[in-house]
């Protein structure tokens, strides 16, 4: 049965902030008190420098019992900043926590009308005269608890995704680690070098590679994809498509009883395959065959059937003989699995740079991309670490780098945001360049360097030490001497303020980063919201910047956000650890924000259910009568059903028409209700 009665004789009291000068430099603060002294059913009104400080805090506990309260309104700032400590306070004087209401009068007031002083306090009378409307019809709630399945998921196995499964699989924690691609790893595997230690990428990388295989309780899901989620934190029913390798590994032959059998990753397979095909993990540079290993580092080391591309002539099963490790009639495999959090970590993919057709990519050989150049430079590369021009073989002796290729765009092809990292990888790709080709000039063009991190500034003056050549302006254009395939760049250099055409012999395009083919998919399944511009919105870019809107769903590294290495890292362990709470704990809280049946007046017409964005309702059978049923993890109490239900048999916990009334006719009637 849902309570719908409210306080028949309420007693508000209403705290008002100055928040130094923030609210105060702006608002009467001291005629805001005196007006709230006259509002109904207001029985105590002070104001307090800063009402969030433990001082503030104690004038509303000790008011609570002093006045008999039996609601509090503070007016501050952001609800989403201190509405729990305010909360906490009105517990501790001896209420019902959610019998609480808070007016912003900083962020949708003072901080906008600083320069109307009347007005401005005119709008917080507004303000506070709504929230004690509402106040006095609070009712009190209470805090549910569900269990927690003790198990994670993380989506990418990058090294952000890595990083969240070690710090989990460490702490005791069941943790099952995704990829979509036949190995770990990442982006991060594809480098040469990391700035601005210029530690070898794979050296520091394969170690932690082989740390994810070997940990006892992380479960290695590689070539496998999410295909459905159910549930609500604690409790996701998650389905695992593991897609069909055509290669079993030596511990599912021992399952399958073939002693000795399954892939040791010997190769014996792939020089006999008559299928050729362009390695993605190369950018195309170098072929594989359709049975495969990205390189020869990857984890785990397990070949992989292209079946996209495979003919089934069998003459890899021939040279796999005995081992009996090729299956070329398997199938894809459904796996459903129970977990309690879950980190999304599917990293980013870059900007198809060959839009902005002014430079030249893909229509001119010796413009790559950075990537590109990364496994030119690398020694484990096409190329052997030799760096070489694409259209003839030959050394570069002149390289020029186009920075922000496609980032702070606003033309409408690119990107608008800064990718962050472009910058330093390029100046590292200048310093190969001096280290590896004697005689060899790098020229930088950019708009600004962005050196933001630890020794990135100084690595910034190191290169310009070394004889790099900068120049400050946006690329124009590029055009291709047809006789010596070399390079003009055109663009103005803004120092010197004139036009400049450097002929260079390759130039490598910084491309922009944006977020991964298919993470789209990905966060509505967990129901994550996106930015503008398509990375995955944290709950809050500064409380909360690992956390979603969605309760147990977590981001971590590139996926949220362009980031270096070390930042990717960061994020990952933060996730890992507030991940691992409830799945510590064993039970989470749920906010009582959620919607309840009125089931007198619930006619089951089943109108809501599909309006919930949530999926958080569905209609049972009872006593003979088809009801709504509200799965309260699920729901977030946004009231699309409390608005729509035609019936009014929705009670919105915290938000019911009759507390949203109240604030309306306070709003609309001013001081005559």
């Not at 082989?210 to 479960?219: A, G, K, L, Q, T």
């Not at 980013?348 to 902005?356: G, H, S, T």
Request: proline share 5%.
């Amino acid at each position: 049965m849902v309570d719908t009665t409210m306080e028949k004789n309420p007693r508000i009291g209403v705290f008002i902030c100055h928040c130094g000068t923030n609210i105060a430099g702006s608002v009467d603060v001291k005629g805001l008190v005196e007006y709230a002294k006259t509002l109904p059913n207001v029985a105590f009104a002070t104001d307090y420098q800063y009402v969030c400080s433990t001082p503030g805090q104690k004038i509303i506990t000790d008011a609570i019992s002093e006045h008999k309260l039996t609601g509090t309104v503070v007016a501050a700032c952001s609800p989403r900043l201190h509405e729990p400590t305010f909360r906490t306070a009105t517990k501790e004087g001896g209420l019902n926590p959610f019998r609480f209401e808070m007016a912003n009068i900083r962020e949708q007031n003072s901080w906008v009308h600083m320069h109307d002083r009347e007005a401005a306090t005119e709008k917080a009378k507004d303000a506070v005269r709504m929230a004690v409307a509402k106040a006095s019809l609070l009712q009190d709630l209470e805090v549910k608890t569900v269990p927690v399945e003790k198990a994670a998921l993380i989506v990418g196995a990058g090294v952000a995704g890595m990083q969240a499964a070690l710090d989990l699989g460490n702490a005791g924690i069941k943790t099952y680690l995704v990829e979509k691609n036949p190995t770990i790893g990442g982006r991060m595997s594809q480098l040469d070098k990391t700035f601005p230690t210029l530690d070898c990428s794979q050296c520091i990388l394969t170690p932690k590679m082989v740390d994810v295989y070997r940990n006892p309780n992380i479960e290695l899901m590689t070539y496998s994809e999410v295909e459905a989620v159910e549930g609500y934190i604690g409790n996701f029913d998650v389905t695992i498509r593991k897609k069909a390798r055509g290669v079993i590994s030596m511990e599912e032959a021992e399952a399958k009883g073939i002693k000795g059998g399954g892939c040791n990753g010997c190769g014996d397979c792939e020089p006999v395959c008559p299928v050729i095909k362009p390695n993605p993990f190369e950018m195309g540079m170098k072929p594989r065959k359709a049975i495969y290993i990205y390189h020869p580092q990857v984890v785990p080391l397990l070949y992989t059937v292209d079946f996209d591309s495979c003919i089934k002539c069998g003459l890899c099963v021939e040279a796999c003989g005995e081992k009996k490790a090729i299956d070329l009639e398997m199938m894809d495999e459904f796996v459903k699995l129970k977990i309690g959090t879950v980190i999304i970590a599917t990293g980013y993919e870059l900007f198809p740079v060959e839009k902005k057709t002014e430079w030249g990519y893909k229509q001119f050989d010796n413009v790559v991309t950075s990537l590109e150049f990364e496994r030119l430079i690398c020694a484990s590369g096409p190329t052997g670490g030799n760096v070489i021009r694409p259209s003839d073989g030959q050394k570069p002796k002149k390289i020029g780098f186009v920075l922000c290729a496609g980032s702070r765009d606003n033309t409408g092809v690119g990107k608008p945001y800064c990718s962050r990292f472009c910058c330093m990888y390029s100046l590292k790709h200048a310093h190969q360049i001096i280290e590896k080709i004697p005689g060899a000039t790098p020229y930088l063009f950019y708009m600004d360097i962005r050196s933001f991190g630890k020794m990135y500034e100084e690595f910034y003056y190191r290169i310009q030490d070394e004889g790099a050549k900068f120049i400050r302006g946006r690329v124009s254009n590029i055009l291709e001497d047809p006789a010596t395939k070399n390079l003009h760049v055109y663009t103005e250099d803004t120092l010197l303020g004139r036009p400049v055409d450097v002929e260079l012999d390759m130039v490598v395009l910084a491309a922009a980063v944006q977020p991964m083919e298919g993470a789209d998919t990905v966060r509505k399944l967990f129901g994550v919201s996106c930015s503008q511009d398509g990375w995955m919105l944290e709950a809050h870019p500064k409380l909360n910047p690992c956390g979603t809107t969605t309760a147990g769903v977590y981001l971590a590294g590139v996926c949220q956000g362009p980031k270096d290495i070390p930042d990717a890292v960061a994020q990952a362990e933060g996730a890992a650890s507030v991940a691992s709470i409830p799945l510590h704990r064993g039970f989470v809280e749920l906010e009582p924000y959620f919607a309840q049946c009125i089931e007198e007046k619930c006619a089951g017409c089943g109108m809501c259910v599909n309006l919930c964005p949530y999926q958080a309702l569905s209609l049972v059978e009872k006593e003979g009568r088809r009801l709504m049923q509200v799965t309260e993890a699920k729901c977030k109490g946004c009231g699309t059903c409390g608005g729509f239900c035609p019936g009014g048999a929705i009670w919105m916990q915290h938000f019911a028409t009759p507390q949203i009334v109240a604030q309306i006719d306070a709003f609309l009637l001013g001081g005559e209700q």
